[in-house]
């Protein structure tokens, strides 16, 4: 990646829950109602940025170890499950999003989605904003339960990530050359998904909640360098341009 120029970038992978749609609130609100049957309080986002962007029976894992839940991961994500339902119908398209992937799809730039979401929810959360939104993205879509993501290699490893370049490559015209790692961005919210990101080999596009920064208080740039990428508060401060779009 050090020697990849900002017009040599090629393709956009794109994270979904809290990047591209507003599902991490409801994340949120059902984690709260949740801990509030326990006795335990609303979710402190000292605990919330160590679950973004993770597998659901990973995630449930680190929720039960923060809060002494009498759940196994499998319980919780069942009962979540249960919860979510009714919410996901309200969710939608974080600011500059849906701008976004449509810009890109005008210009024909190849976009993918790798997301932590499992195939049952990534439907329900996107069944009402497909036209001019998810669709965009074709076939190019890889969740967390996704066949080719081996088992435990979810974010912060790069598998899912490097699965959806394959997607990508893999409709690329006769003659083309492959698109390499190194010619991606990768768009993220979380810091799992970051790591993830550079492990593959990208350039990394990070747009943290403002609540999540102020938990870190500087330590961003700590998972994050100049070189490996920049930090947004909106979507609506990327510029394509500036990287050849």
Same mark, same amino acid.
Not at 177 to 187: D, G
Not at 192 to 215: N, S, Y
């Given at each position: 990646?050090?020697?990849?120029?900002?017009?040599?970038?090629?393709?956009?992978?794109?994270?979904?829950?809290?990047?591209?749609?507003?599902?991490?609130?409801?994340?949120?609100?059902?984690?709260?109602?949740?801990?509030?049957?326990?006795?335990?309080?609303?979710?402190?986002?000292?605990?919330?940025?160590?679950?973004?962007?993770?597998?659901?029976?990973?995630?449930?894992?680190? %929720?039960? @170890?923060?809060?002494?839940?009498?759940?196994?991961? =499998?319980? *919780? /994500?069942?009962?979540?499950?249960?919860?979510?339902?009714?919410?996901?119908?309200h969710c939608k398209f974080l600011p500059g999003a849906r701008e976004l992937l449509k810009y890109l799809h005008e210009k024909k730039v190849p976009i993918a989605l790798a997301t932590s979401s499992n195939r049952y929810n990534y439907e329900r959360k996107t069944g009402h904003l497909r036209e001019d939104g998810f669709d965009l993205f074709g076939e190019h879509i890889v969740t967390g339960d996704d066949e080719r993501v081996p088992k435990g290699r979810g974010k912060p490893y790069p598998d899912i990530w490097l699965a959806a370049l394959e997607s990508l490559n893999s409709? %690329?015209? @006769?003659?083309?050359?492959?698109?390499?790692?190194? =010619?991606? *961005? /990768?768009?993220?919210?979380?810091?799992?998904?970051?790591?993830?990101?550079?492990?593959?080999?990208?350039?990394?596009?990070?747009?943290?909640?403002?609540?999540?920064?102020?938990?870190l208080d500087g330590e961003e740039h700590s998972h994050l360098t100049s070189e490996q990428g920049i930090i947004l508060s909106s979507l609506t401060e990327f510029k394509p341009s500036e990287y050849g779009f």
């Open positions: 990646m050090s020697g990849t120029k900002k017009n040599h970038y090629r393709a956009c992978l794109f994270d979904m829950d809290g990047l591209l749609i507003n599902t991490e609130d409801i994340y949120t609100e059902v984690t709260n109602e949740l801990l509030a049957e326990h006795g335990k309080g609303e979710l402190t986002w000292d605990v919330k940025i160590t679950l973004q962007g993770r597998p659901g029976p990973e995630a449930a894992r680190l %929720l039960i @170890e923060a809060y002494d839940l009498p759940y196994t991961p =499998e319980e *919780l /994500v069942k009962a979540n499950i249960a919860r979510q339902e009714s919410k996901w119908s409709q %690329l015209k @006769e003659g083309e050359e492959e698109i390499k790692p190194e =010619e991606c *961005l /990768v768009f993220e919210d979380a810091v799992p998904g970051i790591t993830a990101g550079k492990a593959a080999g990208a350039h990394i596009i990070w747009v943290p909640d403002d609540r999540a920064l102020k938990v």
